[in-house]
């Protein structure tokens, strides 16, 4: 809750800046997580449960998953992709740090963003380049060559 409250007080006075971070905010422990096939009457947290421990050498079990689910409507030709909540913000952070296991894969793991930061997202990597533009806990960040570090980007005006 303290949390919660020093997020709302240090937020910009614009009231859809507010939503935005609100909404951001409980999205914390979301992961997206695309490439997994889809079956009918599949249980998707065990399929998850199953991807984590094996292709991102993790230890999970049903206690760490919140819920699961596949996001949009069925495609045959490609799978759904899945968005699952974590327990704990720690096992999130843990998924999200082993995604290198999936380079070269078909697999790609992402953090749940609101439409607006997907948005300055795609619009960041498209200025900057794919690969020197990320999201980090919500925020989206750059690699600064000049300089030698990440930096935040905070407003749209940035970019």
Not at 25 to 31: F, H
Not at 116 to 142: H, I, P
């Amino acid at each position: 809750m303290k949390r919660l409250v020093h997020l709302l007080r240090s937020l910009p006075s614009s009231l859809s800046q507010k939503s935005d971070y609100i909404e951001q905010y409980l999205k914390i422990n979301a992961l997206l997580i695309h490439g997994i096939t889809e079956l009918e009457n599949e249980n998707i947290v065990v399929k998850i449960i199953d991807f984590i421990n094996v292709k991102l050498k993790i230890s999970c079990g049903p206690r760490d998953i919140d819920s699961a689910l596949r996001l949009g409507s069925a495609n045959p030709n490609q799978p759904r992709i899945i968005l699952v909540n974590f327990v704990q913000n720690i096992i999130r952070n843990e998924v999200l740090g082993a995604r290198k296991y999936l380079k070269d894969t078909a697999f790609t793991i992402f953090e749940d963003l609101t439409p607006e930061r997907y948005e300055f997202l795609s619009t960041a990597k498209r200025k900057f380049g794919k690969n020197m533009v990320w999201s980090a806990g919500g925020k989206v960040c750059r690699w600064c060559e000049s300089q030698r570090k990440k930096i935040i980007i905070n407003l749209k005006d940035d970019i």
